[in-house]
């Protein structure tokens, strides 16, 4: 079965860090590229960052020069490491995979918590 399984959040004081992990698994094929998406309560669910196959990389501007993305194709992992983190991070960051058929498949999210 498709599977895509967030991992890594948890509550942390602000300027602290995080390392978000997304891993595609059973029948999830031919990956293109790999999102993460947030969503605070009342709010909508946006873009935070994203990786092609190839590594080409964009940001949110509200977490550029903070949050970093990177992949391991092998395993079919995208990560988002996420430093200096503020108490507007607090969200549920969800991670959406795309693949070349065009078909995309969300994992169920993580919640981050950003507080003193």
């Known amino acids: 079965q498709a599977q895509v399984v967030e991992s890594g959040g948890g509550l942390v004081q602000p300027g602290g860090s995080l390392r978000l992990s997304c891993a595609a698994s059973?029948?999830?094929?031919?990956?293109?590229?790999m999102e993460w998406y947030r969503q605070a309560p009342g709010k909508q669910r946006d873009l935070v960052a994203s990786?092609?196959?190839?590594?080409?990389?964009n940001y949110a501007d509200s977490v550029k020069g903070r949050f970093t993305v990177s992949r391991d194709n092998a395993k079919s992992t995208a990560y988002l490491q996420m430093n200096n983190l503020k108490p507007e991070d607090t969200a549920v960051y969800y991670c959406k995979v795309s693949t070349l058929s065009g078909r995309p498949y969300w994992g169920q999210g993580t919640q981050v918590t950003i507080s003193s």
């Open positions: 990786i092609t196959r190839g590594g080409s990389t």
């Open positions: 059973g029948s999830i094929m031919s990956i293109y590229a």
